[in-house]
C-alpha cells in the first residue's frame, strides 16, 4: 500500500466536507464509514482505490491516506493527492468568508457551527454535469440511486469494489446503450443527454482547466448548449464542479426550502428573491448553500456538532475494510 499525507490549514473536518460532497447516507461512489472516505478512479487502464483519514484536529489538522489497490508509484500518488486536494477543498481559503461573516451576528452562528467545513467540489465537470442531468426534477434520494445503478453497471470492470462504485468515466458510459441507460431508470431524454455529454467530454471539450477563467455568465451560456442542460444545472456545476462560490442555484427547491426556514420567512422565494436575499453575503453566496446543506444533514443525524467535537481515526486503524 503506498501511503501519504495531506497537511491543509486549520479549521478543517474532513467529515463535514465529505458528507457536503455525499449529500446522501445512499451514496456509493464516496463512501464513508468508520471517519475514512473512501473513492475508486479509474487511472489509465486500471484503477485506483484509495481511503482517506484525518488524525489531527486544529490547530494542525493532518490527513493521511493510502492507495490499497492499484499503481502505488511517486506519480500515481502525486495524481491522487491532486484529486483529494480539489475535491475536498483543500486548497480553498475561507478566510475572507469567515472574516465577513464575523461582522453578521446570524452567519456567524452558522458559519461557527460548521467550522472546518470546505466547500467540496467534483473532480471534473463532466462528473458534476452527470450528478445534474441524473437529478434534474427529481428527488435528491433517487437522483443518488440512479447514479450509483450507472456507476455499478460502468465499473463492473473494476472488479471488487468494497461497496465503492468509480464514478463513470466517458468512455465507459459510452459503452453503455440507451436501453440499458432505460433499464436503470433513467428517461428517454436524460440517456440521451448523458451520452451526448459523454462524447462532449470523450472528444475534449469538458477540460476543466479550459473554464477555469471563464466568468460566470460566458460558462453559463456555453454550459446551456450541452443536450439536458437548464439553468439550475448549468448553476450547480458552476458551484459543485467549478467551485464558484459566488453561486447559489437559486433553481434548487431544496436549498430555496432551507434558506428560507433559516430566514424564518413566511412564504416561499423565488429565483429572483433568493438572489436579493444573498446579496448581502456576496461573494459568498455558495457558501451559504454548503452550509444550510450542513444544517440539513446534522438535521438527519449525518453530522455531529458542535464543531469542537471532531471525530478523528487513529493511525494504525488504515487497515480498516
Not at 511517486?74 to 486548497?91: F, I, K, P
Not at 456507476?151 to 465507459?172: H, I, N, R, T, W
Not at 428517454?188 to 471539450?205: F, M, N, P, W, Y
Not at 430566514?263 to 456576496?282: F, G, H, I, T
Request: charged share 25%; aromatic share 10%.
Amino acid at each position: 500500500m503506498a501511503y501519504f499525507e495531506l497537511p491543509v490549514a486549520a479549521p478543517y473536518r474532513l467529515d463535514f466536507t465529505v458528507w457536503a460532497l455525499r449529500r446522501q447516507a445512499h451514496n456509493r461512489m464516496d463512501g464513508w464509514e468508520s471517519e475514512t472516505y473512501r473513492r475508486v478512479w479509474r487511472y489509465g487502464d486500471g484503477w485506483l482505490k484509495v481511503r482517506l483519514w484525518q488524525t489531527h484536529g486544529d490547530p494542525d489538522p493532518l490527513l493521511e491516506g493510502e492507495i490499497y489497490q492499484g499503481p502505488q508509484d511517486e506519480r500515481a500518488v502525486s495524481w491522487v493527492r491532486e484529486q483529494l486536494t480539489w475535491m475536498l477543498g483543500l486548497d480553498r481559503d475561507l478566510a475572507p468568508f469567515c472574516a465577513m461573516a464575523a461582522t453578521d451576528s446570524r452567519l456567524a452562528s452558522l458559519a461557527a457551527r460548521y467550522r472546518g467545513l470546505r466547500p467540496p467540489r467534483f473532480p471534473s465537470l463532466f462528473e458534476g454535469l452527470v450528478n445534474a442531468v441524473a437529478c434534474q426534477q427529481l428527488s435528491l434520494h433517487l437522483g443518488i440511486t440512479l447514479l450509483n445503478r450507472l456507476s455499478k453497471l460502468c465499473g463492473v470492470e473494476a472488479g471488487e469494489m468494497d461497496q465503492v462504485y468509480p464514478f463513470p468515466d466517458p468512455c465507459s458510459l459510452l459503452r453503455q446503450e440507451v436501453t440499458a441507460l432505460r433499464d436503470l431508470g433513467f428517461s428517454r431524454q436524460k440517456a440521451a443527454a448523458l451520452r451526448a455529454l459523454a462524447e462532449e467530454a470523450a472528444a475534449g471539450g469538458l477540460e476543466r482547466a479550459d473554464w477555469q477563467a471563464l466568468p460566470n455568465g460566458e460558462a453559463v451560456q456555453r454550459l446551456l448548449r450541452l443536450r439536458g442542460i437548464g439553468r439550475w444545472s448549468a448553476e450547480y456545476v458552476l458551484l459543485r464542479a467549478l467551485g464558484r462560490l459566488d453561486v447559489f442555484p437559486g433553481d434548487d427547491v431544496g436549498a430555496r426550502k432551507s434558506l428560507c426556514r433559516w430566514l424564518e420567512e413566511n412564504s416561499s422565494l423565488d429565483y429572483a428573491q433568493v438572489a436579493n436575499r444573498l446579496r448581502q453575503w456576496q461573494p459568498y453566496a455558495g457558501m451559504m448553500y454548503f452550509l444550510l446543506l450542513m444544517r440539513r444533514l446534522e438535521g438527519e443525524g449525518r453530522v455531529h456538532c458542535p464543531a469542537d467535537e471532531l471525530p478523528l481515526s487513529q493511525p494504525g486503524q488504515a487497515d480498516r475494510r
